[in-house]
Nanobody, 121 residues
Framework: QVQLVESGGGLVQPGGSLRLSCVAS????????MGWYRQAPGTPRELVAR???????NYADSVKGRFTISRDITKKTMYLQMNTLKPEDTAVYFC???????????????WGQGTQVTVSS
């Protein structure tokens, strides 16, 4: 069964950095676009950054210049390097991806379970 599992969240002071990881596990045939979303209490889930299968990236305006999305295909892992963190970055961060499993080879949309990021002094 294909799964996405995030890690790397935690408590950090304003101006600090964190690196989130999202590992794809299971019998994976292919990995296409992946992305990071976040959701603060009482707000809708919003796109933070996306990376396509050929490495193209796009970012939310609020994180441009501070966050960097990347992926290591060999490790089936996507990263989000977050620098100069602000209190308004506090949220649960989710990864998503369009992956095909080995058996059906049908591309499906998957979500991770989320990891909490809290930026506070």
């Amino acid at each position: 069964q294909v799964q996405l599992v995030e890690s790397g969240g935690g408590l950090v002071q304003p101006g600090g950095s964190l690196r989130l990881s999202c590992v794809a596990s299971g019998s994976i045939f292919s990995i296409n676009a992946m992305g990071w979303y976040r959701q603060a209490p009482g707000t809708p889930r919003e796109l933070v950054a996306r990376i396509t299968s050929d490495g193209g990236t796009n970012y939310a305006d609020s994180v441009k210049g501070r966050f960097t999305i990347s992926r290591d295909i060999t490790k089936k892992t996507m990263y989000l390097q977050m620098n100069t963190l602000k209190p308004e970055d506090t949220a649960v961060y989710f990864c998503d991806g369009y992956l095909a499993d080995m058996y059906t080879r049908v591309v499906r949309h998957y979500w991770g379970q989320g990891t909490q990021v809290t930026v506070s002094s």
